[in-house]
T-cell receptor
Framework: DVKVTQSSRYLVKRTGEKVFLECVQDMDHENMFWYRQDPGLGLRLIYFSYDVKMKEKGDIPEGYSVSREKKERFSLILESASTNQTSMYLC??????????????FGPGTRLLVL | QQQVKQSPQSLIVQKGGISIINCAYENTAFDYFPWYQQFPGKGPALLIAIRPDVSEKKEGRFTISFNKSAKQFSLHIMDSQPGDSATYFCAASMGNDYKLSFGAGTTVTVRA
C-alpha cells in the first residue's frame, strides 16, 4: 500500500517566518509534487520533481522553493511566509502504469495558517 | 488560468439519486482524463480514469462519459450513497507529461 506522509497536519506561523513542509513516500516513486488547495480553485501545482536534486516550477512557484536530496523526501520551503500563503498544502508522488497512465498518490495534507 | 473547467461547484442529491459532474477542456493534446475523490481530512485518491479512444468507462456505480468532439467529459454516480459524499476533481494530462491539470472541484453531498 502506497504511503505518502506529511510532517504536520496543522501549522500556525507568523508573517515573515521561514516554513518547512516535509513529505516522505515509501514506494520508490520517481516523481513528487507539491500542490496548494484553495476553495473554488482546486489543486494548483507549486513545484514538482522527477528525480533527486531535479525540480521544475509548476503554475504558482512564486514565494516557494523546494528541495529533494533523497528520492523518498520532498520538502517545500516558504522563504518568508505571508498571509496569502494560508492554505492546505498537499504532497503527492506518482508512478506510471503499464498502459502509460500516471497515478498520483496524495498525502493527507498540511493546513497552514499564517498570522 | 485553469485548463480544465469543472461544474457545478457543489451539488446535493438524495440517496439513490444520480450525481453528475461535468468538465471541459481546450487543449486537444490532453489524452488522459482521471477523476480523483477526496474525503474530508484526506488527500485525493484516484477513482476512475479514461482515455479518449473510448466514449464511456464504468466501474461499479461510477461512469465516465467522454465526448471528444465537444472536449467534454463527465462523471456519473449512480444510486448515490451517503458514503459517496466527498469532493471530486476531474483532471487531464498529455503524452508523457507527469503533470495533471485539475479542475476546481465539486463537493457532493448525498442526503439519506
Amino acid at each position: 500500500d502506497v504511503k505518502v506522509t506529511q510532517s504536520s497536519r496543522y501549522l500556525v506561523k507568523r508573517t515573515g517566518e521561514k516554513v518547512f513542509l516535509e513529505c516522505v513516500q515509501d514506494m520508490d516513486h520517481e516523481n513528487m509534487f507539491w500542490y496548494r488547495q484553495d476553495p473554488g480553485l482546486g489543486l494548483r501545482l507549486i513545484y514538482f520533481s522527477y528525480d533527486v536534486k531535479m525540480k521544475e516550477k509548476g503554475d504558482i512557484p512564486e514565494g516557494y522553493s523546494v528541495s529533494r536530496e533523497k528520492k523518498e523526501r520532498f520538502s517545500l520551503i516558504l522563504e518568508s511566509a505571508s498571509t496569502n500563503q494560508t492554505s492546505m498544502y498537499l504532497c503527492a508522488s506518482s508512478t506510471r502504469g503499464t498502459s502509460g497512465e500516471e497515478t498520483q498518490y496524495f498525502g493527507p495534507g498540511t493546513r497552514l495558517l499564517v498570522l | 488560468q485553469q485548463q480544465v473547467k469543472q461544474s457545478p461547484q457543489s451539488l446535493i442529491v438524495q440517496k439513490g439519486g444520480i450525481s453528475i459532474i461535468n468538465c471541459a477542456y481546450e487543449n486537444t493534446a490532453f489524452d488522459y482524463f482521471p477523476w480523483y475523490q477526496q474525503f474530508p481530512g484526506k488527500g485525493p485518491a484516484l477513482l476512475i480514469a479514461i482515455r479518449p479512444d473510448v466514449s464511456e468507462k464504468k466501474e461499479g456505480r461510477f461512469t465516465i462519459s467522454f465526448n471528444k468532439s465537444a472536449k467534454q467529459f463527465s462523471l456519473h454516480i449512480m444510486d448515490s450513497q451517503p458514503g459517496d459524499s466527498a469532493t471530486y476533481f476531474c483532471a487531464a494530462s498529455m503524452g508523457n507529461d507527469y503533470k495533471l491539470s485539475f479542475g476546481a472541484g465539486t463537493t457532493v453531498t448525498v442526503r439519506a
